[in-house]
């Protein structure tokens, strides 16, 4: 039974997974490697609940009880212990991934199940640095974690049916709805969703029409609920750009080859929301 799940990585998806964890009466570890990214992380989760209160969505008891089950730590061994259920969610590097699980692997429980919020890494090549195969599968999370639905559960061969039922439960329990995917690369809401993405980018360059117009056929002719460079900004260019990087180099398609146009806005610092400037300015 899950009863306290530590989440490794205050940002933008960390601090998102442990809002909805704390929400849903979880005992919560919010880990980061500086004390100053794990205080961010607390205050934004402070920020989003208050927000809540403010629009009637959640009650000033329910986010008191929230922030009461978080506690913050920059001890791995700390976070790692107690946990049952561990979810990474730090950069999108194999090596680093690779790293924290084989820390995990000695510092938590043995029957501990270690989740990776990885939206395209391959859950096996993660999976190899621990002695626990059968207990390590994917959770990837979307943004903002609080808002959206979908909660993306990836298996290996290896994977046990228990940990998979089990990990089925808590996700229901945090309110999302889970669909199961087989571990390939770009699972299947990357892989469609970069290649919307990237076509996208490419008609920016043709200059078929404006990233504005693009983002609003999608919009208004297939109901989807933001735009494909709306949504590219949210996420992130440099993140876009590892991922049809990972995508291209596994598959060997085409369709995942990066245009031009994404590769000289990461290297121009233009990011996206988080850096002010992407496809849109904000």
Do not use: C
Not at 43 to 61: A, F, H, R, Y
Not at 70 to 85: C, F, R, V, W, Y
Not at 200 to 218: F, G, Y
């Amino acid at each position: 039974m899950i009863e306290v799940i530590s989440i490794l990585g205050a940002g933008t998806m960390g601090h998102g997974i442990a809002q909805v964890a704390a929400m849903a009466g979880y005992q919560v570890y919010l880990y980061d490697i500086k004390e100053e990214f794990v205080t961010r992380g607390f205050s934004s989760i402070k920020s989003n609940l208050d927000k809540g209160v403010e629009k009637g969505k959640v009650t000033s008891e329910a986010r008191d009880q929230a922030l009461a089950k978080i506690k913050t730590t920059i001890d791995l061994s700390e976070a790692a212990k107690p946990a049952n259920l561990v979810i990474e969610a730090v950069p999108e590097l194999l090596e680093l991934k690779r790293t924290i699980f084989a820390k995990l692997d000695a510092f938590s429980s043995p029957d501990s199940i270690l989740a990776t919020n990885t939206s395209s890494l391959n859950i096996s090549e993660i999976a190899v640095a621990t002695k626990r195969p059968q207990l390590v599968l994917g959770m990837h999370f979307f943004n903002p974690v609080h808002i959206m639905k979908l909660l993306e559960i990836v298996h290996t061969t290896e994977t046990s049916q228990e940990t998979i039922q089990t990990v089925l439960e808590v996700s229901r329990r945090l309110g999302k709805e889970p669909i199961l995917v087989k571990d390939s690369p770009g699972f299947a809401s990357s892989r469609l969703g970069i290649t919307l993405g990237l076509e996208a980018m490419r008609m920016v360059e043709q200059e078929v029409a404006s990233p504005a117009d693009i983002d609003k056929a999608m919009e208004l002719g297939y109901n989807h609920p933001m735009g494909p460079l709306k949504l590219t900004d949210l996420v992130g260019l440099d993140v876009r750009l590892n991922i049809a990087d990972y995508l291209y180099s596994t598959l060997g398609s085409e369709v995942f080859r990066a245009p031009e146009i994404l590769r000289q806005k990461v290297a121009e610092g233009k990011l996206g929301k988080k850096s002010g400037e992407g496809f849109y300015k904000w």
